[in-house]
C-alpha cells in the first residue's frame, strides 16, 4: 500500500475554507484515496473517496492532482464543529488492509 | 439501526489476565477490522478479516488473537495482557457495497496495570 504524508497540524478561521493536503507519491492506478476524520475520542468518520476524479459531497470535497501523487482535502466553510484529526489512507482495490497515518490535527478558530 | 457496536466501553485488568473484546454489526457488511489507538498517535490495524472465515494480521497482531465468528461479530483477546496493551480499541466493518467505507464502533477504553 502506499504510503501517505500530511503535515502534522494547521489552523483555520471560522467560515473560511480549509484545505488539507495530502502527499501519496507513490500510489498505484488501482489505490484509492479516503478521507477519515476523529473528533476527540470518537471512531473516525468516513469523509469522502476518490480514485482519479475530484468528488462533491455533502460535507467536503476531494481535489486529485493529475499525476495522483497527491491529494487536498477541502472543507470550504470550516465551522468550530470542524475541528478535529484529518486522515488521508491510500487503499489498493480489493484489498483490506486500512492503513490509517498519524494525520493532520485541524483545529478552527473563532 | 446500532450499526457497529463495541463491548465492553471500559475494561481494567491486571497484567497477565485475559480478556475478549467484542463487536458486532448489523449492516451486513463482509469485511471487519480492529484498531488500538494509543494517546496522541493514530489508529493501528491489529487485524482484520475480509471475509467470513478469514482472518489476517495487520500492522501491531503480536499479542492478540481474533475469531470472527460469524457474519456479524469479531472479536479479539488478549490472552496475557501487558502494560503496553493500554490503548483505545476500535471495531469497523466494510463493504464492496458501500465502497468499502469504514463504519466504527465507538471504542473500548482498555487499561492494564
Known amino acids: 500500500d502506499a504510503k501517505t504524508t500530511q503535515p502534522p497540524s494547521m489552523d483555520c478561521a471560522e467560515g473560511r475554507a480549509a484545505n488539507l493536503p495530502c502527499n501519496h507519491s507513490t500510489i498505484s492506478g488501482n489505490e484509492y484515496v479516503y478521507w477519515y476524520r476523529q473528533i476527540h475520542s470518537q471512531g473516525p468518520q468516513y469523509i469522502i473517496h476518490g480514485l482519479k476524479n475530484n468528488e462533491t459531497n455533502e460535507m467536503a470535497s476531494l481535489i486529485i492532482t493529475e499525476d495522483r501523487k497527491s491529494s487536498t482535502l477541502i472543507l470550504p466553510h470550516a465551522t468550530l464543529r470542524d475541528t478535529a484529526v484529518y486522515y488521508c489512507i491510500v487503499r489498493t482495490s480489493g484489498t483490506y488492509k486500512y492503513i490509517f497515518g498519524t494525520g493532520t490535527r485541524l483545529k478552527v478558530l473563532a | 439501526n446500532a450499526g457497529v457496536t463495541q463491548t465492553p466501553k471500559f475494561q481494567v485488568l491486571k497484567t497477565g489476565q485475559s480478556m475478549t473484546l467484542q463487536c458486532a454489526q448489523d449492516?451486513?457488511?463482509?469485511?471487519m477490522y480492529w484498531y488500538r489507538q494509543d494517546p496522541g498517535m493514530g489508529l493501528r490495524l491489529i487485524y482484520y478479516s475480509a471475509s467470513e472465515g478469514t482472518t489476517d494480521k495487520g500492522e501491531v497482531p503480536n499479542g492478540y488473537n481474533v475469531s470472527r465468528l460469524n457474519k456479524r461479530e469479531f472479536s479479539l483477546r488478549l490472552e496475557s495482557a501487558a502494560p503496553s496493551q493500554t490503548s483505545v480499541y476500535f471495531c469497523?466493518?466494510?463493504?464492496?457495497?458501500?465502497?468499502?467505507?469504514?463504519?466504527f464502533g465507538s471504542g473500548t477504553q482498555l487499561s492494564v496495570l
Open positions: 469497523a466493518s466494510s463493504d464492496r457495497a458501500t465502497n468499502e467505507k469504514l463504519f
Open positions: 449492516m451486513n457488511h463482509n469485511s
